[in-house]
């Protein structure tokens, strides 16, 4: 390949449109804006969803749905950050504590992402399957 054989692939140019050059363009006279009205004059334009005046649809339909609020509050603690804790009793206080989780969560859910070697006993922390089984292969226990 040499730089001065580069060519575009085929079909990837088109020939922009020329509008207003005659009748036999079949672009000719109005330029495909049609007769009259706002649109069809230079400047002519309006907001998006403007419909003249009249209550544009996304104002005629009702709002639907929600943002959860505590969505991003709901945190994933991993099986290593177990690991690293000091104590065997963990609860979502100790996590905080701990600095695994922020301040503000409110819930939290052990997932299985690396090892657990020691006894642990979880008290008001979710767990996943895998985590379950990992903790209680470790000899821990999960309370609800």
Known sequence: MQLNTIKSAEGAKHARKRVGRGIG???GKTGGRGHKGQKSRSGGFH???FEGGQM???RRLPK???ISLVRG????VRLSELEALPVDQIDLLVL???GVVPADALS???ILSGAITRKVV???VGATKGALAAIQAAGGSVAE
């Open 25 to 27: 363009s079949g672009l």
């Open 47 to 49: 907001k998006v969803g």
């Open 56 to 58: 544009p649809i996304q």
């Open 64 to 66: 639907r749905g929600f």
């Open 73 to 76: 509050r709901n945190v994933e």
């Open 96 to 98: 905080k504590q701990a």
């Open 108 to 110: 939290a859910k052990v």
């Open 122 to 124: 979880l008290s008001g």
